[in-house]
């Protein structure tokens, strides 16, 4: 029996194992409404659409599986994109479905016309009308297939009138629509890359989020070659955080031993990492990456050699290979280290530095302590991404969420539904700024309309603190009127909208607090007043920022003076 373009197209999606659409109606994607409603994919209704695109972006980012994300025509679709570059600059497959007008509509600037196809062309790997039924089952497998070998964002536009059409054929093919497979790395580059190893006095390792998976193989390779482990934001997660390997992150969310482990090392071995700040990394060129990424190998650090492979079995085959070396010294001098910045942030997390004020690293500890042992964070990005990033705790079987290489300000909530849309049962933690909230904090209804019990804690400091702290690295006065502003009551908010809400000023107050929150069976706010103008410890600082500190802070001294 024939079915619809957009039967069709439900049908795949189903076989394929999506198990929700987020988006907003329109008269355009009626057609596939129609054909949701009669599956068992899950309609979740957002309150914008890039609330949709971020919801799809944070669940394929999770599960590595394709997520779906819709808007209608025009501006319903054109509010997709931001969301969009969540996916693609994290490389997680999303396909994105644009409806449109019939098409004896197009050409003759009809109402809410747009060019779908060229709007997209930058975020997507893959983008393309349906113009016609016949067309479908291969466009339709073309544009999931491109979602997953990229990994990253496909998008389909859907005109009305193919949407509703007869299509005689299903979508060829089903079962090659899956994540692709581990990529095994040359035998003579790993040969090149033990003999390198083996030669080195101290090897440190880098570890990014390829590592997802290979924590077991991470601490035998660490044990082998007395290596200290590091790792990026994204690859956080990976290993519990009181794991005597695991010294800790590079850059600004990071400790001053990796820092000094990264730089100090005989050799480098970035394993499943892209890092972008190259300002962090050796220039002493014996750098050897790990990456099933060709074009990512080489572009960040002078690299020796590069191994394009996937890290488990890349990693698997250098425990075949490589000696084991005898010498601890380097390691444990990085230990020590460790063990130091570990004091210094218990000392900056502690309720008692103040009896009347909550510092934001006490919040960000504190969530991380009250935490299930398989919680999910999802961190927003600003100021509060370095309070999170450094004083959460992991458990090494929690998940950590956030805008890492994208670094969109807003994306928190509209991710954490989506990753709650999978498991309501899970716990799901948002930790933003307010600035961040505030962009997107309609889709807190979202969460309450659909029953998805995502707890969102609020640094509220009534101001972009994370501007100020980059205008004052420059030695730039920054700018209050444009970075402060004023805030809701975010409790009074979250009972508005029909969940829960907190505020709490007093430090005392904030465990049971968040306790309450946390132990709330739906969605919840709880804002935090923290103190606006602490600085963040941060590992490695240039000369020229420790003076550009030092003048904004003359500068911003004398203002208050004269009043300029």
Known sequence: MSRTVAEALVDVLEEVGVRQIFGLIGDSLNPLGDAVRQSTIEWVGVRHEEGAALAAAGQAKLTGQLAVCAGTT?????????????????????????????????????????????LFRDVSLYTQT?????????VIHQAIASAYAGPGVAHLTLPQDVLSSKVEHAVPSVATLRVRGEIAPDKHEIDAVACRIDAANSVAILCGAGCRGSAELLRDLSDRLKAPLVHTVRGKEIIAYDDRRWMGGLGMIGSKPAYNAVQ??????????????????????????????????GRRAPTAIGVMGSVRPTLF???????????????EKVARGRSGWDELLDKKSDLMRSRDRIYPQAVARMVSDLAKDDAVFVFDTGLNTLWSGNWIRQSG??????????????????????????????????????GGFNMLMSEFLTAVHHQLPVKIVIFDNAAFGLITLEAESVG??????????????????????????????????LESTLKEAFACPGPAIVACSVVPDEMPNLPHVELEQVGGYAVAKIKEAIAAFTGG
């Open 317 to 331: 085959a250098l425990l075949q290979r490589v000696r084991q070396k005898t010498g601890s010294a380097f390691f």
């Open 130 to 138: 349906i113009t016609t039924p016949a067309q479908a089952p291969g």
């Open 397 to 434: 079987k929690q998940r950590i969420v956030g805008s890492f290489n994208n670094a969109a300000v807003g994306t928190a909530v509209g991710q954490a539904n989506g990753i709650q849309a999978l498991d309501r049962s899970r716990q799901v933690i948002v930790l933003t700024g307010d």
């Open 74 to 118: 025009g501006p319903g679709s054109t509010h997709l994109v931001a969301g969009l570059y969540e996916a693609a600059r994290d490389h997680a497959p999303v396909l994105a479905l644009s409806g449109e007008m019939p098409r004896r509509l197009k050409g003759i600037d009809y109402h809410q016309s747009t060019e779908p196809d060229l």
């Open 476 to 509: 730039i006065l920054p700018f209050r009127k444009a970075i402060e502003f004023t805030n809701p009551d975010y409790a009074a908010l979250g009972r508005a909208c029909g969940a829960q809400g907190f505020t709490v000023h007093d430090p005392a107050l």
């Open 264 to 297: 100090d090392c005989d050799l480098l071995l970035m394993v499943g990492t892209d890092y972008p700040y190259s300002n962090f990394l050796p220039a002493h060129g014996n750098v050897i990456q790990i990456d099933e990424r060709a074009a990512a190998i």
